[in-house]
């Protein structure tokens, strides 16, 4: 089955990768971690688009942009089938194009203006189980995607191997924790209500952070490798809900700073290695005891070892759909 995967982020890379077909047909959003990641070298036609951000009156001109460049690349390149996470632009050309299959997948339940405008033109609607919005699909899955695109096994190899490695590089005592640390910027289309400003609070905490700004990609192939390079650490501090999700999977100790709710969040709450502070007010002395046990827990896997997540059956319920 030809299918046209829409690319809008780099999460949706690593997941979609796998399913390509050389006969496959590729739309992919302008943002430099994307750029970095198509090096990788891809025969499937590709078409460019502009990511939606900014004002209102900008944001509809390029939404507009964005389907009629869909649909026109749609009508010389016709597929059977459409899969788009959370980006409705493309799923509208492919209505007005009548491709039969058009999938639209999401995990993020505040990105209703997407839902509204992709749902109404979509064939089908996946969620994931632990789904907390109004949004109804016609399938589901268990767990979390994370789970369907990163071998955890892999990873916690490479932590092993690599433990202590950093430490010894960066010239540390051997005792110290070093972090990971992704900082948002909240200019996409939902997140900005969500973010927190926690750089002066996190200051003094007795860590040391190792920066990975959002949108900062090294072009040296490891863009691919993301999400096992942040699992290399002995935790992870960040306002990203994927890179956030992607640790946990991981089993690296991580402290999600967000306003941010999700159903996949609510199901990574009972992860003892989760913790997730969704309080502006961080100078509270709640969030210095979470900041404690967060540490104290990354002592504790330096020791006792790491405990990942299982896949419960992700893989199988989306290979089934689109393998």
Not at 161 to 187: C, M, W, Y
Request: charged fraction near 25%; include cysteine; hydrophobic fraction near 40%.
């Amino acid at each position: 089955m030809r299918t046209c995967w829409v690319i809008d982020h780099p999460a949706h890379f690593q997941l979609f990768r796998q399913w390509f077909c050389d006969d496959d047909i590729l739309v992919v959003t302008r943002r430099q971690e994307l750029e970095i990641m198509l090096e990788a070298g891809f025969e499937q036609p590709i078409l460019r688009v502009n990511r939606v951000m900014g004002g209102w009156f900008r944001k509809i001109s390029l939404a507009r942009q964005r389907e009629g460049a869909a649909r026109r690349f749609l009508a010389e390149h016709p597929v059977t089938r459409i899969v788009s996470k959370g980006a409705p632009f493309e799923l509208r050309a492919a209505a007005k194009q009548k491709v039969p299959e058009r999938w639209y997948l999401t995990d993020t339940e505040v990105n209703t203006i997407a839902h509204r405008l992709g749902a109404n033109v979509a064939t089908h609607i996946l969620l994931p189980e632990s789904w907390e919005g109004v949004l109804k699909p016609t399938q589901t899955y268990p767990g979390i995607l994370p789970m369907a695109y990163i071998d955890s096994s892999t990873s916690l190899e490479a932590w092993n191997s690599a433990k202590g490695q950093i430490v010894e590089e960066l010239s540390l005592p051997e005792n110290d924790l070093v972090v990971f640390h992704r900082k948002i910027t909240g200019d996409g289309i939902h997140d900005g209500l969500e973010v927190i400003n926690y750089d002066t609070s996190i200051r003094k905490m007795d860590v040391h952070f190792v920066e990975n700004k959002e949108s900062a990609a090294v072009a040296d192939g490891s863009a691919w490798d993301f999400p096992l390079h942040a699992a290399l650490f002995d935790g992870v501090l960040t306002g990203s809900t994927t890179l956030a999700a992607e640790a946990v999977v991981q089993g690296v100790p991580t402290l999600l700073i967000s306003k941010a709710t999700r159903g996949f969040l609510t199901y990574l709450e009972d992860q003892p290695h989760f913790f997730h502070w969704n309080d502006a007010d961080l100078f509270d002395g709640r969030f210095a005891k979470m900041a404690a046990e967060w540490k104290l827990s990354m002592h504790s896997t330096r020791s006792s070892g790491r405990n990942t997540i299982n896949d419960v059956g992700t893989s199988e319920v989306l290979n089934t759909l689109f393998g």
